[in-house]
């Protein structure tokens, strides 16, 4: 049985592999077995990360034609953490999520080390991003794929004198997609924290450019090891305003866990949280 985060969500319950990062390093289970685990646990589509970029395309044709066979989706996603320092991996890691066919969301970071231990962005650093930016998604339109920048550290909006957030670079940035993980803005890692009013405003402002949603929660700016209700913001509103788009891509991406018993568990006690509040 298929699992679903709302009526009006077409595409289901995505998986981020991200979430069994250590479990994979520790090869306690290969990126085939997680696929297809997550094909029969219900889920619709994988998240496959890749942090350094270093699959080869024919093993990412691999897992796509093996994702075929479990008709499951793959979207695919790496690890840079500044956009600031143009590496070649970008690149490459655009062309890999090529490989997966046309339309593949490729989720992105922007320039974790930038922002780390500030509030924001600077003029200056905002200001070099963005042509930066712009490049990218010109290219990402040209391979088919779509790029989605995600919010580590950055907070959703600047003061405009002296630290800027995403709001700033998508107003800058008129092809810029997002990845919205909510509970990067209210983890203590990033310095201004947003309330709930704040993130439904952000989304319903930029719903058209933010087509992909990571499912985890914090809880007094503290990150939890599954999604729960009692937490600094209501999963459930979010997943109510995303259901507007039914193409709209909900991964779950809960914090990696040390063993496989241990990450099932969170994995399993998130999903119950979503069916029982879907009820």
């Known amino acids: 049985m298929k699992l679903f985060v709302h009526p009006k969500i077409q595409t289901g319950l995505g998986l981020a592999s991200n979430t069994y990062k250590k479990i994979l390093e520790k090869k306690e289970i290969t990126m085939r077995e997680l696929l297809t685990w997550a094909a029969g646990r219900g889920f619709s589509w994988l998240e496959v990360r890749d942090p350094d970029v270093l699959m080869t395309k024919e093993e990412l044709f691999d897992l796509k034609n093996l994702a ?16 600031l ?49 712009k490049k990218y998604v010109r290219r990402a339109d040209e391979l088919g794929i779509t790029l989605c920048f995600e ?14 957030g995403m709001t700033e670079l998508l107003e800058m940035c008129d092809g810029m997609c997002s990845t919205l993980d909510a ?6 890692t990033t310095l201004v924290n947003p309330d709930e009013e704040d993130l439904v405003a952000y989304y319903q402002t930029f719903s058209e450019r933010i087509p992909y949603f990571h499912m985890k929660a914090t809880r007094n700016h503290e990150l939890l090891d599954a999604v729960e209700t009692d937490a600094d913001f209501d999963v459930f509103r979010l ?16 914090p990696q866990q ?22």
């Open 239 to 254: 997943l109510d305003l995303f259901s507007r788009n039914e193409k709209m891509l909900v991964a779950l991406e809960i």
């Open 85 to 133: 320092v143009e590496l070649p991996a970008f690149e490459k890691g655009m062309e890999n999520a090529a490989v997966l066919g046309e339309g593949t969301c490729c989720r992105v970071l922007l320039a974790s080390h930038a922002v780390k231990g500030k509030k924001g962005y600077s003029k200056e650093e905002i200001e070099r991003l963005v042509p930066i930016i």
């Open 151 to 164: 919010n580590s550290m950055e907070p959703i909006k600047g003061d405009g004198k002296e630290y800027y």
């Open 258 to 279: 040390s063993d496989l018993i241990r990450m099932t568990e969170m994995v399993e006690k998130s999903i119950q949280v979503l069916e029982e509040g879907r009820r």
């Open 183 to 188: 509970a990067n803005f209210t983890n203590q």
């Open 68 to 83: 075929e066979k479990l008709d499951m989706r793959l979207h695919y996603s790496w690890d840079n953490e500044d956009l």
